[in-house]
């Protein structure tokens, strides 16, 4: 995955990814880079003192130099890369090189195998870091492999070869896997995309465009103490169907969603509970929840439907289940239409708990 900000490459487009990730993917790039600091440290080290058996002809250096990536990788463990502008990264790869390039000067690394701590860095690169970082990091191994022409180093075919097959070669890799890391991102982040708008419409009333009736079991289940549960109902509604036809009252439903979506607190949940009946769970409301459904009411009124609302109200005691706050409420709102339709009942404690199936 890459790490830059909110930005990932995909084919010819970038596409917007999570920063959270992104930082993670600096640390965890970051922490492996270092890791492979210390074990080459550790390898040099034990060819220098281990194999080699004696401190002379350089290897005295050669010890510093391990000694060194080792450092180099300690200290590369503390950093807080994920704090840090995502390109300060790159200071990694380009030690990394600037070491294969004093081993060069001082002999310290066959040429056979520089290729191979060449693409190895390059690897890294295309693992961590976005398309084309290979391509803008190429000059910097080119220089790396230049350089020890200015300290002596005699030019042999070899080294001519490294500078015009081997750094396009592990620039060429690193692009690749880079190019592939971007576009399984892409189709993870599409993926995570396409599962949250299921996720949404499993949840989605497709006429309303508010919750459904699973979305406000779901609200009915959250309810904690000193929420409030609201359930509204549309009055006549079954006459409005019958006198203006099911197309009308679907606009109706259809209004009432909209306005509901906009008349509710963002903390607060709203849903259909089915036909013409809604729940509102007012989040920690309070004595402040017969006002806000109040205004509901009035808010819907003011628009001139073509049927009004009424409401029945009940607080959620600690303890006690949903079903029993929902038949509260339920029994709130029957007896709101008893009374005459298009106002608000509040539940009080100690009436009546029973459901009632109220008339439209």
Same mark, same amino acid.
């Given at each position: 995955?890459?790490?830059?900000?909110?930005?990932?490459?995909?084919?010819?487009?970038?596409?917007?990814?999570?920063?959270?990730?992104?930082?993670?993917?600096?640390?965890?790039?970051?922490?492996?880079?270092?890791?492979?600091?210390?074990?080459?440290? $550790?390898?040099?080290?034990?060819?220098?003192?281990?194999?080699?058996?004696?401190?002379?002809?350089?290897?005295?250096?050669?010890?510093?130099?391990? +000694?060194?990536?080792?450092?180099?990788? #300690? +200290?590369?463990?503390?950093?807080?890369?994920?704090?840090?502008?995502?390109? /300060?990264?790159?200071?990694?790869?380009?030690?990394?090189?600037?070491?294969?390039?004093?081993?060069? #000067?001082?002999?310290?690394?066959?040429?056979?195998?520089?290729?191979?701590?060449?693409?190895?860095?390059?690897?890294?690169?295309?693992?961590?870091?976005?398309?084309?970082t290979s391509i803008a990091m190429g000059p910097v191994a080119?220089t790396a492999y230049s350089v020890p022409f200015l300290f002596? +180093?005699?030019?042999?075919?070899?080294?001519?070869? @490294?500078?015009? #097959?081997? =750094?396009?070669? @592990?620039?060429?890799?690193?692009? +690749?896997?880079?190019?592939?890391?971007?576009? $399984?991102?892409?189709?993870?982040?599409?993926?995570?995309?396409?599962?949250?708008?299921?996720?949404?419409?499993?949840?989605?009333?497709?006429?309303?465009?508010?919750?459904?009736?699973?979305?406000?079991?779901?609200?009915?289940?959250?309810?904690?103490?000193?929420?409030?549960?609201?359930?509204?109902?549309?009055?006549?509604?079954?006459?409005?169907?019958?006198?203006?036809?099911?197309?009308?009252?679907?606009?109706?439903?259809?209004?009432?969603?909209?306005?509901?979506?906009?008349?509710?607190?963002?903390?607060?949940?709203?849903?259909?509970?089915?036909?013409?009946?809604?729940?509102?769970?007012?989040?920690?409301?309070?004595?402040?929840?017969?006002?806000?459904?109040?205004?509901?009411?009035?808010?819907?009124?003011?628009?001139?439907? =073509?049927? /009004?609302?009424?409401?029945?109200?009940?607080?959620?005691? @600690?303890?006690?289940?949903?079903?029993?706050?929902?038949?509260?409420?339920?029994?709130?709102?029957?007896?709101?239409?008893?009374?005459?339709?298009?106002?608000?009942?509040?539940?009080?404690?100690?009436?009546?708990?029973?459901?009632?199936?109220?008339?439209?």
């Amino acid at each position: 995955m890459s790490p830059w900000p909110q930005l990932s490459w995909g084919g010819r487009r970038w596409v917007v990814v999570d920063p959270t990730r992104t930082r993670r993917a600096v640390e965890e790039g970051a922490r492996q880079a270092a890791w492979l600091f210390v074990v080459v440290g $550790t390898l040099g080290l034990a060819n220098d003192i281990l194999l080699a058996g004696t401190f002379g002809d350089g290897a005295l250096f050669a010890v510093a130099l391990d +000694t060194l990536n080792i450092a180099i990788g #300690i +200290t590369s463990r503390c950093v807080p890369w994920s704090r840090c502008p995502p390109r /300060t990264v790159l200071v990694l790869p380009t030690l990394a090189l600037a070491n294969l390039s004093v081993n060069i #000067i001082n002999g310290f690394l066959p040429s056979s195998t520089q290729g191979i701590w060449l693409v190895l860095v390059f690897v890294w690169i295309g693992q961590w870091e976005p398309p084309r970082t290979s391509i803008a990091m190429g000059p910097v191994a080119v220089t790396a492999y230049s350089v020890p022409f200015l300290f002596g +180093t005699p030019v042999s075919p070899s080294a001519i070869s @490294a500078i015009a #097959i081997g =750094v396009p070669v @592990a620039v060429l890799i690193g692009e +690749t896997i880079a190019r592939k890391e971007s576009a $399984t991102q892409l189709a993870q982040v599409g993926q995570r995309d396409a599962l949250a708008l299921l996720a949404a419409a499993n949840l989605t009333d497709d006429l309303t465009g508010l919750g459904n009736r699973r979305q406000a079991n779901a609200l009915l289940d959250s309810m904690q103490h000193g929420d409030a549960l609201a359930v509204l109902d549309l009055d006549r509604f079954k006459e409005v169907n019958d006198r203006l036809g099911h197309q009308l009252g679907d606009q109706v439903l259809q209004a009432l969603g909209s306005y509901l979506r906009g008349a509710v607190r963002s903390a607060d949940g709203v849903a259909r509970f089915g036909g013409e009946e809604f729940v509102v769970v007012l989040r920690s409301a309070g004595g402040s929840a017969a006002d806000a459904v109040s205004r509901l009411l009035a808010g819907w009124r003011a628009t001139g439907p =073509v049927t /009004t609302l009424s409401a029945g109200l009940a607080e959620h005691e @600690a303890g006690q289940t949903y079903d029993v706050t929902f038949a509260n409420a339920d029994a709130a709102l029957y007896q709101a239409k008893r009374d005459g339709r298009d106002q608000l009942v509040i539940h009080e404690l100690g009436s009546s708990d029973s459901s009632h199936d109220h008339a439209s």
